[in-house]
Each structure stands twice: as structure tokens, then as C-alpha cells.
DNA sequence: AAATTCTCCTGAAGGC
DNA sequence: TGCCTTCAGGAGAATT
């Protein structure tokens, strides 16, 4: 699924090949995403020079200079560059046309969403409430113990809340929680300052992995075949409940936290 | 206000 | 082989 790497890899990928080029169509196949596809986006997304993609949290903002397209991915969803004639199959549900260049949207969850305004686009609804950035610096220690002395829930439902800090998904929170020794379900006002200062950097320590190995899944996006699991190998405790522990041979266990399935070492998380 | 639960959707996996 | 059930999962919406 795209957590914040992936989008940012994503971003990365397409960004060389549209930004500068005018969209010369926009086809809406199935408007049933997330929310609905404004039926308006595709005729005045057209005609329009993309002049940045940028992104915020797991959104891509296509900027233009009448509006900007903004594109979430869910759980399913991926983004690829084809030629324009290429058949679309199941579930390609938007076409952004550059010529004989084609930005396509696949979704198969619809989870998925396609939004566009003529304003400022950090002040869109959707992400005008988001909490800072994983990888900048306003996101610290001193950020992360200011906010969770004044909350009552557990650590890892704290990290994945995006209204404290975006982008960590269900993956990079469990990575990160084992990697700074904590119990995901330990209540965030227990941790002391030292160690959620540890849990922020091993937070951008493994984003940071993740978005450098993101450029072998960068090529393969590029190229079509949306392969998956370039990170699965390396990581540590998530999916892998039931089995051994790589630093210490536990039996990982695995529990709800907010409705999400949560891995953890009972031997190296306190 | 904060915490919790519900919801969208499809494909994969498991049971029989 | 195949049908049925269960579940995952981002994050906004609804509820407590």
C-alpha cells in the first residue's frame, strides 16, 4: 500500500515527466472514488500547464495555474506513466493526457481520491488540519512530548493520528515502535522525553530508508509493472506476528490498536 | 475536546 | 473446483 514513501517516490517518478507540460485531456472512467470526482476537474484540469507536483501528507498536488488537482492513493492505489494509447484495464479510472503521455490513475479499492480547487491548496479542507511533516524539522522531540503528555492513548494510535503528524502509516509505526523499544500500546504520556525523542528519530530514520529504496520501486513504476514488497524483506516486526523476533528470537505477538493489527517483540518493547 | 467506532471497497486467504 | 466468510487498511465521519 502507498504510505508516505511510496507517494513521495511516486511524486519523484512523475514529476520529471509532466511538470512543464500542458494536459491536453482528461478522461473520468469512473468518478466513484473516495469521494466523488468533481465532474468539473476534467474540463478545467485540461488546457492547463502542470507548473509543480508537489505533495503534502500521502496527497499529490498537480499545480496548475487555475487550480490544483489533488490525488490521494488509499490503500490501492498507484499511479503510472503509459503511453497514451495503451488500453486501459479494470479499475484505471482517470487518464490525465499530456499528448501521446499518459498519467493513470489505478485504483482497485477506490479508497482512492481526485479533488480540485482554484485555491490555496494547503487550505483545502482535507488538508488544512494536518499535523507537521514527518521528515521536517518542526516535527522533534520537543513537538512530540509537548503533544503527548496532553493525550491519553497509545503511542502507536498517537503516531498514526495525522492531525500530530502525517504520513506514518500502519507499517513505519510499527517499524518504528520496534526499533526505539517501545510497546505500541504503551500510553503516550508514559514515555519518557529521551525516548520519544529516540521514537521521532527512528521515525525519520526508517522514512528516510524506506524513500531512498523507493527509487528501484521508482523504475518499476515508471517502467508498469507495480511490483510490491521492495521494503517487505527488511522489515522487523510488521506482518511477521508469530514469528521469531530477528533481534531476539521471541514469538512476535500482534494486537488491535484503534482497529489496526499491531506487531510487536513482548521481549524488546516496553 | 478527545477517544472510539463505523464506513467505504476489492482481492486475498482460509474453511469446508 | 468453487462458494462463502473473514479480514486488511487510510482516514474522514459519526458517535460516545
Given at each position: 500500500?502507498?504510505?508516505?514513501?511510496?507517494?513521495?517516490?511516486?511524486?519523484?517518478?512523475?514529476?520529471?515527466?509532466?511538470?512543464?507540460?500542458?494536459?491536453?485531456?482528461?478522461?473520468?472512467?469512473?468518478?466513484?472514488?473516495?469521494?466523488?470526482?468533481?465532474?468539473?476537474?476534467?474540463?478545467?484540469?485540461?488546457?492547463?500547464?502542470?507548473?509543480?507536483?508537489?505533495?503534502?501528507?500521502?496527497?499529490l498536488l498537480l499545480e496548475t495555474a487555475r487550480g490544483t488537482a489533488i490525488l490521494h492513493l488509499g490503500m490501492s492505489g498507484s499511479l503510472r506513466l503509459l503511453p497514451a494509447a495503451s488500453p486501459p484495464r479494470t479499475h484505471d479510472h482517470v487518464d490525465v493526457l499530456f499528448g501521446e503521455q499518459c498519467l493513470r490513475l489505478h485504483d482497485p479499492r477506490r479508497f482512492g481520491a481526485m479533488?480540485?480547487?482554484?485555491?490555496?491548496?494547503?487550505?483545502?479542507?482535507?488538508?488544512?488540519?494536518?499535523?507537521?511533516e514527518p521528515l521536517s524539522t518542526a516535527f522533534d522531540g520537543a513537538y512530540l512530548h509537548a503533544v503527548a503528555r496532553h493525550r491519553r492513548i497509545a503511542i502507536k494510535a498517537l503516531l498514526m493520528d495525522g492531525h500530530v503528524v502525517v504520513g506514518v502509516g500502519n507499517i513505519y509505526a510499527t517499524e518504528a515502535l520496534f526499533r526505539a523499544g517501545i510497546h505500541p500500546q504503551r500510553s503516550c504520556r508514559r514515555i519518557s522525553r529521551p525516548r520519544l525523542e529516540q521514537l521521532v528519530g527512528e521515525v525519520k530514520a526508517v522514512l528516510d530508508y524506506a524513500i531512498a529504496r523507493g527509487g528501484t520501486t521508482l523504475r518499476d513504476f515508471l517502467n508498469e509493472s507495480g511490483q510490491p514488497g521492495y521494503f517487505a524483506q527488511e522489515l522487523f516486526v510488521y506482518g511477521r506476528a508469530g514469528q521469531p523476533c530477528k533481534r531476539c528470537g521471541t514469538r512476535l505477538k500482534s494486537r488491535a490498536i484503534g482497529q489496526r493489527a499491531s506487531a510487536y517483540c513482548p521481549s524488546c518493547q516496553h
Open positions: 500500500m502507498p504510505e508516505l514513501p511510496e507517494v513521495e517516490t511516486t511524486r519523484r517518478g512523475i514529476a520529471p515527466h509532466i511538470t512543464g507540460r500542458t494536459v491536453s485531456r482528461v478522461i473520468v472512467r469512473d468518478a466513484r472514488l473516495r469521494w466523488p470526482v468533481p465532474r468539473r476537474l476534467a474540463a478545467d484540469l485540461a488546457g492547463q500547464m502542470v507548473e509543480h507536483v508537489g505533495r503534502r501528507a500521502k496527497y479533488l480540485w480547487t482554484e485555491d490555496d491548496p494547503l487550505a483545502h479542507p482535507r488538508l488544512r488540519d494536518l499535523g507537521p
